[in-house]
């Protein structure tokens, strides 16, 4: 696996644009996130179907047509400089087909933020552009507006990235060891959903594969984790990192348990509880970018800065 392009880092005055291309955003939490950019020096613009519903489906955030028209316009637009999404919820792969993906390449790098829902897009923005992304907190997400720890990591990410290419999680080893590759991941329930699509990596091997989910059942992890195995997905994977696995299971044991059943065999170094995905003071963590995984003591070091 080939480490990615890496964006330029934002400076001060950057224009960030805000889109939602999943789920429905709450106006008040969408303000307090606007608030915390223009704190940071930015001067963030909301894509004009940010706060919309979907006629129909009432989990979705305006009409597929206009979720995919806000992101393509936002990225082909010269004076943006990153994109961020709003939240995540479900929704993208309604729309990432829509998107014209060679007027986005020719429109050239850009710093894209987001998780959950928004695996597919780091996905396709992998598949599709070659492009260094950051699965990272979103600008109307809760655990962003409330969370000084998911601030500053993300903030330090876009402004002095070789400040955090050392990733310090505090965790412990599900499988010890170290191991070298390419960032990748996201949401499990997303990559196992995204699997055969054209926007999807054919598999992860030769990298670092980041895993989290929210609210699921142990056995539904058990279905999706399963389903990677079996197609072959996770062969030759380099590493692991676990994030978080909130309102999941019965409680943390039993999703512990069932991770070493499906994934403690593969021979691969194992990180667990990293803190990032659904949790009080995500960290933000590139995907497509080389770095080396120390299981035992919890580090991820990024051979390069994720922004150039």
Not at 45 to 54: C, F, I, K, N
Not at 59 to 78: E, F, I, K, N, V
Not at 278 to 303: K, W
Request: charged share 20%; proline share 6%.
């Amino acid at each position: 696996m080939k480490e990615l392009l890496r964006p330029a880092r934002l400076a001060p005055g950057a224009r960030v644009a805000v889109v939602a291309p999943s789920g429905p955003v709450p106006e008040e939490r969408l303000q307090a996130g606007l608030d915390v950019l223009r704190g940071w020096d930015l001067d963030p613009v909301v894509a004009p179907h940010v706060l919309d519903r979907h006629p129909t489906f009432d989990y979705l955030a305006g009409t597929d047509a206009d979720r995919a028209a806000d992101l393509q316009q936002a990225w082909c637009d010269p004076t943006v400089d990153a994109v961020l999404c709003a939240r995540g919820g479900y929704g993208v792969q309604r729309m990432v087909d829509l998107l014209d993906w060679e007027a986005m390449r020719v429109a050239g790098p850009k710093v894209f933020v987001g998780f959950s829902d928004i695996t597919a897009l780091h996905e396709a923005f992998a598949v599709r552009l070659g492009l260094v992304t950051l699965h990272g907190p979103m600008a109307a997400g809760v655990d962003f507006v409330k969370n000084a720890r998911a601030q500053d990591h993300l903030r330090a990410t876009l402004f002095a990235p070789e400040t955090v290419t050392t990733i310090a999680s505090g965790s412990t080893a599900l499988v010890p060891g170290r191991a070298r590759g390419v960032t990748l991941g996201g949401c499990l329930a997303l990559l196992a959903a995204d699997l055969g699509t054209p926007h999807a990596r054919p598999s992860a091997a030769g990298g670092l594969l980041c895993l989290e989910d929210v609210g699921e059942d142990t056995y539904r992890l058990d279905r999706y984790l399963t389903q990677l195995l079996r197609a072959g997905w996770l062969t030759e994977v380099r590493g692991i990192l676990l994030g978080s696995w909130e309102d999941c299971g019965s409680g943390y044991d039993e999703v512990r348990a069932l991770l070493a059943d499906r994934i403690g065999g593969l021979g691969v170094p194992v990180a667990e509880q990293f803190g990032f995905g659904h949790c009080p003071g995500a960290l933000t963590i590139p995907f497509g970018v080389a770095a080396e995984l120390d299981a035992d003591e919890g580090v991820l070091t990024l051979d390069r800065p994720a922004l150039r």
